[in-house]
């Protein structure tokens, strides 16, 4: 891995979202994870709604305000047994579940093109 050099970041733009609570939950451990990094580090955090359409137009407008240097993106798969790390990002939407306003469109590509 030459070439590759470590570098700090400044923690005043390092951006960690979460998701807030959903399918009846009372809490959701993305959240808590996020507001605890924020607190505890200093990171700036937010929560978004499981909404389909608000979500992104809120973290687009957030990303759009500050230049992050770094954005972690957390979420809850309630299905898992364990904590996993997504290694590929794929555009595609498919859910067994609908968002917190009833929607839950059939499985296709999230952004055309």
Same mark, same amino acid.
Request: net charge negative; aromatic share 8%; hydrophobic share 40%.
């Given at each position: 891995?030459?070439?590759?050099?470590?570098?700090?970041?400044?923690? &005043?733009?390092?951006?960690?979202?979460?998701?807030?609570?959903?399918?009846?939950?009372?809490?959701?451990?993305?959240?808590?994870?996020?507001?605890?990094? /924020?607190?505890?580090?200093?990171?700036?955090?937010?929560?978004?709604?499981?909404?389909?359409?608000?979500?992104?137009?809120?973290?687009?407008?957030?990303?759009?305000?500050?230049?992050?240097?770094?954005?972690?993106?957390?979420?809850? /798969?309630?299905?898992?047994?364990?904590?996993?790390?997504?290694?590929?990002?794929?555009?595609?939407?498919?859910?067994? &579940?609908? &968002?917190?306003?009833?929607?839950?469109?059939?499985? *296709?590509?999230?952004?055309? *093109?």
């Amino acid at each position: 891995m030459s070439g590759l050099v470590p570098r700090a970041f400044n923690k &005043d733009r390092i951006l960690v979202t979460g998701f807030a609570p959903f399918l009846g939950q009372k809490t959701n451990p993305s959240a808590e994870l996020a507001k605890a990094l /924020a607190s505890t580090y200093g990171v700036s955090s937010l929560i978004l709604p499981v909404t389909l359409g608000q979500s992104w137009e809120i973290l687009s407008s957030q990303l759009g305000s500050v230049n992050y240097e770094a954005v972690i993106l957390l979420g809850q /798969a309630s299905r898992r047994q364990k904590v996993s790390l997504e290694r590929i990002a794929v555009n595609w939407w498919e859910s067994q &579940d609908a &968002d917190e306003n009833g929607e839950n469109p059939s499985p *296709g590509p999230i952004v055309d *093109g």
